[in-house]
């Protein structure tokens, strides 16, 4: 019986993903520590530590056929010990010559973070892959919409054109960003964890360096500078990072939310046939994709905050911080990859209504362009002056139903300097959108 939704038979789908519980299971996490003991071994045979005999045998033996998970629950409910029930199952299943060997001279961190730092590395290979599809169904939007005006806003009230690519672009820069974050941060996360009782590893005199060289080298990850067991800040960097993703996507999510509204509709999310918006009212089309994203990412910031409390440790082991990572990072992995799956969807089938745009530009009567008409009128009487011009004549036209060119030439003020026809060239559109085209191509060429 599961209690996480994202182990749940009905509503799994909606906040994990299949790769996420392949990686990140109790099955998947009890064979993955068994292999990270299996590789110690080995490191510690290569080093002169233990028999090669005896690292063999451990080899064969931890497979995940072989150890029971109920017997392994059953250990670990006798003994207190977070892995002492793994190991006492394993020996079990070994031939007595190998059997002193298992976990020889380790510690429950070095098997745990160890294994932590290999689900960074692997969330982090399905964030890259879902975090470069997703920029580049951005990037496919800025292009095609690179000069297509729609209404931008400020204070979610309309304030300037600008060509629905320069928002699209803005999403693909920020999502490229991330990935570049993920792979500068790498080097610092993926890691080993070998450490021994309290981080000096003592326990193997002097062939420790030599031993923790072999034991990354073989499990595929980088040499620490020093042991991290009070040192968290890797891990809450990583989920740090999966939360500015998520929540981008989130923001993401918002502005296609607020855009399909009916009032705007200016973009709908893509319709799957069969999907229905509401139970009592039939004619619905809901933005569940959209809303789900932002309550992915809600659940994810609150994951990173955990971990930024699991970096408060105390002396040289404190599992108070340390074991509540083992419900944060796992979780925010999962939620994480659940929302670029989502994402990828959203915008890769995101429809943009380029008529809904102009019409909702046009309904505004010229308000919208009062910032060009400014900029014109100040090269005649200075920035400020023309500001309260404007500003005055926008004000009295919303109050009395005039258009904004009416508004401006019923102003005595403004016939000496401006003509309609001047109003009217500020207008122009193309000329509006400023450098936004500009900037979708800057963006565009810097994803490559």
């Known amino acids: 019986m599961s209690i996480h939704l994202g182990d749940s038979v009905v509503y799994g789908h909606l906040w994990s993903t299949e790769e996420a519980r392949s990686l990140l299971g109790e099955e998947a996490r009890f064979q993955a520590w068994l292999d990270i003991l299996a ?17 063999g045998s451990i080899r064969d033996h931890a497979t995940e056929s072989e150890v029971d998970l109920d017997r392994i629950a059953a250990e670990t409910r006798a003994t207190g010990h977070s892995t002492l029930g793994l190991i006492r199952v394993l020996r ?7 059997r002193e060997w298992v976990y020889y001279g380790a ?46 806003r400020t204070h979610a009230q309309p304030g300037l054109p600008i060509p629905f690519g320069f928002k699209a672009a803005v999403w693909a820069a920020e999502l490229g960003r991330h990935r570049r974050r993920l792979a500068d941060g790498r080097s610092r996360w993926e890691v080993v964890q070998l450490g021994g ?12 360096l030599d031993l923790m060289d072999a034991f990354a080298r073989r499990m595929g990850l980088g040499v620490p500078s020093i042991p991290w067991i009070t040192s968290r800040d890797g891990p809450a960097e990583f989920v740090h990072l999966l939360a500015m993703a998520a929540t981008t996507i989130a923001k993401i999510g918002n502005e296609i939310m607020e855009l ?36 992915l990412a809600r659940l994810v910031r609150a994951d990173a905050a955990v971990m930024a409390e699991a970096m408060v440790q105390l002396h040289e082991r404190d599992g108070r911080a340390w074991k509540a990572e083992w419900i944060a990072l796992p979780e925010a992995a999962a939620l994480t990859l659940s929302a670029t799956r989502y994402a990828v969807m959203l915008v890769e089938g995101l429809e943009a209504d380029e ?38 004549a926008a004000m009295r036209g919303v109050g009395e139903g005039l258009s904004f060119a009416e508004a401006l030439m019923s102003d005595q003020r403004v016939p000496a300097h401006l003509s309609r026809s001047d109003i009217e060239e500020a207008a122009d559109l193309d000329r509006v959108m400023g450098a936004g085209p500009l900037f979708v191509d800057r963006v565009i060429e810097a994803a490559g």
């Open 39 to 55: 590789t110690l071994a080995e490191a510690q045979a290569e080093v002169g530590l233990i028999p090669a005999e005896a690292a």
């Open 92 to 98: 079990a299943t070994l031939p007595a010559s190998a």
């Open 107 to 152: 510690t429950v961190q070095d098997l745990t973070d160890t294994w932590t730092a290999t689900v960074m590395r692997s969330v982090g290979d399905l964030l890259e892959r879902d975090l470069a599809r997703l920029e580049a169904a951005a990037l496919v939007l800025a292009r095609e919409h690179r000069t297509t005006p729609m209404m931008g």
């Open 355 to 392: 008529e809904r745009m102009r019409a909702n530009i046009d309904a505004r009567r010229g308000f919208v362009f009062a910032e060009p008409v400014m900029r014109l009128l100040a090269d005649r009487v200075g920035k400020h002056t023309a500001h309260d011009i404007v500003y005055e």
């Open 260 to 295: 399909q509204r009916l009032e705007i509709g200016e973009v709908r999310e893509p319709f799957i046939e069969g999907t229905v918006g509401s139970i009592t009212m039939p004619q619905k089309r809901n933005p569940e994709l959209s809303e789900h994203l932002d309550t």
């Open 197 to 208: 009782a309290l981080g000096t590893l003592e326990f193997w005199g002097d062939r420790a």
